[in-house]
């Protein structure tokens, strides 16, 4: 069982649709993370929220837009996807952002038509 | 030069050996080193972390870090079938963000 709940665990759409990432954690952590990762590439960094303000943004397209209305809960809205973003989406989370290890969650498997 | 390396492998052991996986990170400044395991359609488990130069243990996970010589690994005793998977490497560099750069990770066997 994890603390860090991800819904959808898939996700399929087209290039136009609007969808959205939920993450939730129970672990009492106040640092949430977006990880992508797509086959035969390390895991890459999107997002990381502490105490619900955004920290880093790794240069993601705005295509990708994350929320964090509390530090249990972390969404990415998706609009507009290319094909290339099809990968498995991982949100994270730890009880701060150094020298704290990050727990995963099980993860969103994207597909984008 | 990547920021974090690691063997893609596989790497192939036999079961009740010791399993040897490799990193080494380009950041002199990174203090925090994490290993984790990630099955096929899984998501990364944390397996150890480690600050201090030396040598951590936890059941049959070694890890061992040099910072000198900017090289972390976990050594894994009595190898089971059940330990393959990818194995990766996380550092945590010396910004303010908190930041995990990870490697692409090592794939174990464990051959029964």
């Known amino acids: 069982e994890t603390g860090v709940t991800q819904t959808p665990r898939h996700l399929v759409m087209g290039m136009t649709n609007k969808k959205s990432l939920k993450c939730e954690q129970h672990l009492g952590h106040n640092a949430m993370y977006w990880y992508k990762q797509s086959a035969k590439k390390p895991l890459e960094l999107m997002f990381v929220?502490?105490?619900?303000?955004?920290?880093e943004n790794n240069s993601v397209p705005s295509r990708f837009s994350p929320e964090c209305p509390n530090s249990s809960h972390l969404f990415l809205h998706l609009h507009t996807l290319q094909p290339e973003d099809s990968a498995l989406y991982l949100c994270?989370?730890?009880?701060?952002?150094?020298?704290?290890?990050?727990?995963f969650g099980d993860g969103t498997r994207l597909s984008i038509l | 030069q990547k920021e974090v390396e690691q063997n893609s492998g596989p790497l192939s052991v036999p079961e009740g050996a010791i399993a040897s996986l490799n990193c080494t990170y380009s950041?002199?400044?990174?203090?925090?080193f994490f290993w984790y395991r990630q099955y096929s359609g899984k998501s990364p488990e944390l397996i150890m972390f480690?600050?201090?130069?030396g040598d951590k243990e936890d059941g049959r996970f070694t890890a061992q870090l040099n910072k000198a010589s900017q090289y972390v690994s976990l050594l894994i005793r009595d190898s089971q079938p059940s330990d393959s998977a990818t194995y990766l490497c996380?550092?945590?560099?010396?910004?303010?963000?908190?930041?995990?750069?990870f490697g692409q990770g090592t794939t174990l066997q464990v051959k029964p």
């Open positions: 929220y502490n105490f619900k303000e955004q920290t």
């Open positions: 996380a550092v945590q560099g010396s910004g303010n963000t908190g930041k995990l750069i």
């Open positions: 950041d002199r400044g990174s203090q925090s």
């Open positions: 994270a989370s730890s009880q701060g952002r150094f020298n704290q290890p990050q727990h």
């Open positions: 480690i600050y201090s130069n």
